[in-house]
């Protein structure tokens, strides 16, 4: 871990100059563009906490000999799996390169004064330069200070402060996200517990962490500013607080030398979020009997939506933790794991196995992190529509909620229809849809995920029809009716999930496939509209233009991709660039598309898919975004 001066941050000095190369290094071989565009972020983020700290006048310490971590946090794409990790199921994601957030950050002496335990002040200060159009949240937040002309908002919360615990704010802006990963990890670990043992700070006075961030995500654009934002702030205030030393956390979530502790940190972060507990199940043999033992460590939260508003997983923080340069994961969730699939070749058709299932011949060996072929890159399409989330009453996170609560309901009304869970101890554990997927392919022997239309799908539909009657609620007309909406729920997790996934993951590994991609990320789109119906007019239509198919969207009775809609426009452009795949990612209700295109094509498809995009729908003063991007690394501290 290396400080940094926060003069040299801010400045273009020669003293700059090992900060610059540590980052060039840690971005793997960065093109200009995108190196250039986050030392900017950290640039600012160092102006936001200089100008910060020149406002406290409690601060006992010069800015020009203030040293700071850094830490670059960036985004991710979610390239299939569209809500399955919170249903258990399988995501195939990478992060950004050169997209995220810059975080620089100090701790200090506080003011003097002690809390009723007789601590001291324990106070974390956090300073967010606001990405253009998000100037509505500095209603209540705002700092006496711009950074490059643009807002900057800041909020303290007191450690040692009762208040911290107590819903007195609306919460329905960016300071939900400090509030509850703070109030969190203040529950479960005791934030300021260990920060004696590493610091030199006078014993008997207090502490005081800002932290300044400046961002290139734009705001609530699927990409994840949210997740990046809890996943940033966790391992800032770690790194001052050294929370992993602590028995608890090495405990619960894991040490350095385990293989499992980042999934089970990105876990974790996701139970932040949706405000869940964090469960690790840790298997004990003995050595007298070789008898195992079962015990659950659980970090304790406060209810199900009470975290930041949404009921999610936790691929976001996952694929922010563990990207990879031109590297796309493959994972299971809950709890987060690697995910791996053979794939065979049987009378000619892609079949896919799940991890769990042994066959005799395997055309793949199992993969759980695949290559993006160099020739390719993605184009990400902000369509300016922001998906906020924040607090439980906007209409992302009230359309977000009712997709993962219908997973839940199809789940129960699965159980529901087993009287075998009665005597079933196997059964009585099962808590997803994608655990009595895997329950079920093992207990009727099923080793092929041969089509969309398979048995065992067919198999759990028909449990989740016939058990809906017992999870209904006083929302649905008919038992029928909501019948209905939890099997096409259940089917398209299920799709999703066992078959879109792992076969997109199959025709990426090899560029030959390629042609094979298309196809198959089409149907998981069309599903997104017509299914999940998590998506508005422009998210739906930027795909299927991509694609060239865009005479597919449907507007009335309700918007709809009809795949057997034939073209009656005129003959196409030639010089029209189509796109590999294209896709629709992210919560939805708003935010973003990417599409795969070959790398010296990338400028020239952006152009049209802009211009093409402008003319469909107009701005009407909407912030929208195009930007060429690839896998990059994950969260670093430099």
Not at 342 to 347: E, F, S, T
Not at 382 to 393: I, L, N, P, T, V
Not at 577 to 605: M, P, Q
Request: proline share 3%.
């Amino acid at each position: 871990m290396t400080s940094f001066f926060l003069a040299d941050l801010v400045s273009d000095s020669s003293s700059a100059a090992a900060f610059d190369q540590q980052l060039h290094d840690k971005l793997v071989s960065p093109n200009d563009v995108c190196f250039n565009a986050v030392r900017c972020l950290f640039r600012e983020s160092a102006s936001a906490l200089e100008q910060e700290i020149t406002q406290e006048q409690e601060l006992a310490h010069e800015t020009e000999s203030c040293n700071v971590l850094t830490h670059w946090i960036p985004g991710r794409i979610e390239v299939m799996g569209k809500h399955t990790d919170y249903a258990g199921g399988n995501s195939l994601v990478c992060s950004t390169e050169g997209r995220g957030m810059a975080m620089v950050s100090t701790m200090a002496p506080a003011a003097e004064g002690v809390d009723p335990e007789g601590l001291g002040q324990r106070k974390i200060t956090i300073v967010s330069v606001l990405a253009d159009g998000m100037e509505h949240h500095a209603m209540n937040s705002a700092a006496p200070f711009s950074v490059n002309g643009r807002t900057v908002v800041h909020h303290s919360i007191d450690i040692s402060d009762d208040s911290m615990n107590k819903d007195d704010t609306a919460n329905n802006d960016w300071r939900i996200y400090p509030k509850t990963t703070i109030r969190r990890l203040e529950k479960n670990f005791g934030l300021f517990a260990h920060c004696r043992e590493t610091t030199t700070t006078d014993e008997e006075g207090g502490y005081h962490i800002i932290v300044a961030i400046s961002s290139n995500l734009p705001p609530a654009s699927g990409l994840s500013t949210s997740s990046c934002f809890v996943t940033g702030l966790f391992l800032v205030l770690d790194s001052h607080l050294d929370m992993r030393s602590s028995q608890i956390y090495r405990q619960a979530i894991g040490t350095a030398d385990e293989e499992d502790t980042i999934y089970n940190l990105s876990t974790y972060l996701g139970n932040i979020e949706n405000g869940t507990c964090y469960t690790r199940q840790r298997v004990k043999r003995t050595d007298i009997d070789a008898t195992t033992e079962e015990r659950n460590i659980v970090l304790e939260g406060t209810k199900q939506g009470d975290g930041v508003g949404t009921f999610g997983g936790s691929e976001d923080h996952a694929a922010i933790l563990m990207g990879k340069k031109r590297q796309l994961a493959l994972l299971s969730f809950c709890p987060t794991r690697p995910a791996s699939f053979a794939v065979d070749q049987l009378n000619g058709l892609t079949v896919c196995n799940s991890e769990d299932i042994d066959t005799e011949s395997k055309d793949v060996n199992q993969k759980s992190e695949l290559e993006l072929p160099s020739k390719l890159v993605f184009v990400i399409a902000y369509s300016g529509a922001r998906a906020e989330k924040a607090g439980q009453g906007t209409e992302a996170s009230i359309g977000y909620n009712y997709a993962s609560d219908m997973a839940s309901k199809a789940f129960k009304a699965y159980n529901a229809c087993s009287t075998a869970a009665i005597h079933d101890d196997e059964q009585k554990k099962l808590r997803t849809l994608a655990d009595s997927i895997r329950y079920e392919r093992k207990k009727q022997s099923i080793s092929h995920v041969t089509s969309c239309e398979d048995q065992v799908k067919k198999f759990i539909s028909d449990k989740v029809l016939k058990g809906s009657a017992a999870v209904r609620g006083d929302d649905h007309a008919t038992v029928a009716d909501f019948g209905n909406l939890l099997t096409k729920r259940f089917e398209q997790f299920y799709e999703e999930s066992e078959v879109l996934v792992p076969t997109a993951a199959y025709c990426l590994a090899e560029s030959d496939r390629l042609q094979m991609l298309g196809p198959i990320v089409d149907k998981s789109h069309r599903n997104a509209v017509n299914i999940l119906k998590n998506q508005i007019k422009e998210t739906a239509w930027l795909p299927l233009w991509a694609r060239g198919i865009e005479h597919q969207l449907q507007t009335k009775p309700t918007l709809y991709v009809d795949e057997s809609k034939k073209s009656e426009q005129a003959p196409r452009n030639l010089e029209r660039i189509t796109a590999f795949a294209s896709s629709a990612f992210g919560a939805g209700f708003g935010g973003s598309c990417w599409a795969l295109v070959y790398r010296d094509e990338a400028e020239k498809f952006l152009l049209q898919w802009r211009s093409a995009y402008d003319e469909a729908f107009p701005a009407n003063g909407s912030s929208r975004e195009f930007f060429i991007t690839e896998p990059g690394p994950g969260a670093f501290l430099l």
